[in-house]
């Protein structure tokens, strides 16, 4: 077995085709079949499902993906440290994140590091939380952007604080609130967001236990306000998603102002790489002036 096949067989995984796969590893798709039929044969059986769908990774395969990437991962840290030792900075950092952090945070903090670190490349990853979460926990990842909860496996960084705002179509009754209760919501059709994951909403209904009265579940932010605007119900939403976004809809804060707690999470601080540090400041550095 070699780390060549491991990085194949992780790569195939990532983008669900050999094809693709070999793309991006700039080699043939023949030389990525010989290396993952080698590697299925130095393992004693299959690693994946090769259907009309793409290639799918099998229960065996996955449990040697955990493996493969901690590999993978310990080889990357090493050679950055390397690198380091030898005066350079070098290294691939990969990142989950959602959308709103994609859409107002990551397009400034990227700029400003590739000035700073042109040797560093930053892969990223965008899903909700429950697929960041995951891919933190099989290692897909080395670091994710997170709404931070208490129940969290992970270690993290807190980064800002991101109140939570009701949305309203601007005639409706309580437009002109100053702020609302969370009881009030129950009273109201609401349309709930869909994040995945223990979510600031859910977290916020399980503080009131509450159930409050839900026509939609969206996952999108976009339909939630463009559905809002329309009068179909009101929502919660961050203020952070909501930059941008605010025409023809009443923003009110509710009472207490509650908050989501966006951060950057990760299984271990203590063992990140070099290039993962260097990001983090970046991001702290980035964030500074607005905080």
């Not at 799918?56 to 395969?61: P, S, Y």
């Not at 309580?174 to 869909?194: D, G």
């Not at 009265?213 to 329309?230: C, F, L, P, S, T």
Request: proline content about 5%; aromatic content about 6%.
């Amino acid at each position: 077995m070699s780390l060549v096949k491991y990085e194949i067989l992780n790569a195939v995984v990532e983008y669900g085709s050999l094809t693709k796969a070999a793309e991006a590893l700039n080699i043939t798709q023949s030389a990525v079949s010989h290396a993952i039929a080698s590697l299925e044969t130095d393992c004693g059986f299959s690693l994946l499902n090769r259907g009309r769908t793409g290639v799918h990774v099998t229960a065996e395969g996955e449990r040697i993906l955990g493996y493969t990437r901690e590999i993978l991962r310990w080889n990357e840290l090493m050679n950055q440290e390397i690198s380091l030792i030898r005066g350079a900075e070098v290294g691939t950092v990969r990142i989950g994140t959602f959308a709103s952090v994609s859409t107002q945070w990551l397009p400034g903090i990227l700029k400003q590091f590739r000035q700073r670190h042109p040797g560093i490349e930053i892969k990223l990853w965008e899903g909700d939380y429950a697929e960041i979460e995951a891919w933190l926990a099989g290692g897909a990842i080395d670091l994710g952007f997170l709404s931070l909860g208490d129940a969290s496996p992970f270690e993290n960084i807190p980064l800002q604080k991101d109140r939570m705002m009701c949305i309203l179509p601007q005639d409706h009754p309580l437009a002109e609130e100053t702020s609302v209760t969370f009881e009030v919501l129950l009273e109201q059709p609401f349309i709930l967001p869909r994040w995945g994951g223990d979510n600031e909403i859910e977290r916020l209904i399980r503080q009131h236990a509450a159930k409050l009265n839900v026509v939609y579940e969206v996952a999108e932010d976009q339909a939630i306000m463009a559905m809002v605007r329309n009068g179909l119900g009101i929502s919660l939403l961050p203020e952070m998603v909501l930059q941008g976004h605010t025409a023809e809809l009443a923003l009110v804060p509710l009472h207490g102002d509650p908050y989501r707690t966006i951060g950057l999470a990760c299984p271990s601080l203590a063992n990140l790489s070099p290039a993962t540090r260097r990001f983090i400041e970046a991001v702290q550095e980035w964030l500074a002036p607005t905080r």
